[in-house]
């Protein structure tokens, strides 16, 4: 048995990258998904009753909501900075 394991290049394993098929969110529709998401988790946990499965809806819940102020925020002055030294 040989122990020369071939290499596959990136192309190969991925494919090549097609711009088309990219699943990019705005900030609007990342914003309206997140507001979904916690809507029906609000929902949800209105019927469960077992405590520990509400204590980890609950964390999950303020997850959300973190991520949804901080996209609704917009970019961090990091990544605006990042973007004027880029050109963009």
Do not use: F, N
Request: charged residues 30%; without cysteine; proline residues 2%.
């Amino acid at each position: 048995m040989s122990d020369d394991v071939g290499t596959i290049d990136e192309s190969q394993m991925l494919g090549e990258s097609d711009w088309e098929d990219e699943d990019l969110l705005s900030i609007d529709e990342a914003s309206q998904r997140l507001a979904s998401e916690i809507s029906l988790l609000r929902a949800s946990l209105e019927q469960v009753g077992d405590a520990v499965e509400r204590d980890k809806l609950v964390t999950r819940l303020g997850a959300l909501e973190r991520v949804l102020q901080s996209v609704q925020a917009g970019p961090t002055p990091l990544a605006s900075s990042w973007r004027a030294a880029d050109g963009s």
